[in-house]
């Protein structure tokens, strides 16, 4: 009962796919089929609300979802089915246009195509490239369906920008990537947060760790969180090492701190974050606005670091009876930033 009220409060999240149509065909389809934009808290069934935090992510009543899965629009990928949270670690990476990117973890590729189609704005030009991995092979077979759907996949011939590729992100040498400034790190989490399935159908799947050493007395949980975070934070400082990077955005859909706030200390503590130095980016520069922030009992005290990232609780917020644009999955981000020199050292 507790899911279903959860699920009717949260809006149907929708975001223009801007590599398939532009904003004022999306726009005019929509009033072409009796749909009304309005500005307030929530939306009703004809309605939709444009998202305060990301441009472009419209919100619509969970009761819509089958007439958008109907349309045309959606089947010629003029728009994808993403979440309010899950369109938040694209957006706030800010790739530069026509910039060299990486996503290290792609499957099932939504944030991918969001970056694709950020840096290749207007239309197709000055579209810069993004190398996409994925490990699995099944997934990545996902991610390629995906990609082509949304315009995004390069072919040779085609239009574009991102470089699909199956592989370990842990076996990449980052020294291969002199040109890449940006990267997002979405890796496998528990996926705690997640409300709404739809979106997220193939993201539970499980990490191939041994369980640590002299965890004999950790419940299941902790000791999944525990092989969890472990993966997570070989991860970023993995992602640390490449030499000109200069912003990662981490991403999970995990209410956890340990995944969360408790990998972020972590990363800032090592070697790889010391020696090329990597710090968190300040409130300003990761929606402001976002009024959900890190837990400052799990940031052990540090509030800028609290400040500093984001946090979603999962489901659906306000008093009303209707979806409130501000409501949606279980979600954490946070941004790491590092200024480089020519050479690419921290400076
Ligand atoms: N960013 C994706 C999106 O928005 O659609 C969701 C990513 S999902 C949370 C994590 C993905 O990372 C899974 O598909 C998993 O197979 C993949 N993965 C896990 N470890 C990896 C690694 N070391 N290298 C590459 N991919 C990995």
New binding site residues.
Partial sequence: ALYHEMTARMPRWVRINSLRATREEVFDWLSEHRFTQVTGEEVGLREFAESRHVPGLLAFHPKATSTLLASEMYKESWVVL?DLA?CF?AYILDPPRGGSVV????????????LSALMAQPMGQDKGRVDA????PV??RT?VK?LTAVGALHTSGGMGNVFAQK?????TKPSEYPQVTHM?V????S?SGIVNRLD?L??D?E?ETDPAEGDEGMSKLERRLAQLSA?QLL?LRHAFAFPSLQKVVY???SIHAAENEGVVLRALESDEAKERGWTLAPRSEVIPTWPVRGDKAACEGREEVADSVIRCVPGGVGDGDKPNVESCNGFFVACFVRSATQDGNAK
């Avoid at 592989?167 to 076996?171: H, I, M, Q, V």
Wanted: charged share 25%; proline share 7%.
């Fill in positions: 993403q899950s670690p996503d290290a973890t792609s499957a099932p590729g939504n944030k991918t195509s969001h991995f994925e490990r699995d997934r990545y991610l995906r592989k370990d992100f842990l076996t997002l979405d890796p496998s989490c996926g997220f193939n993201e799947d990490v993966f991860m991403s999970t859909c």
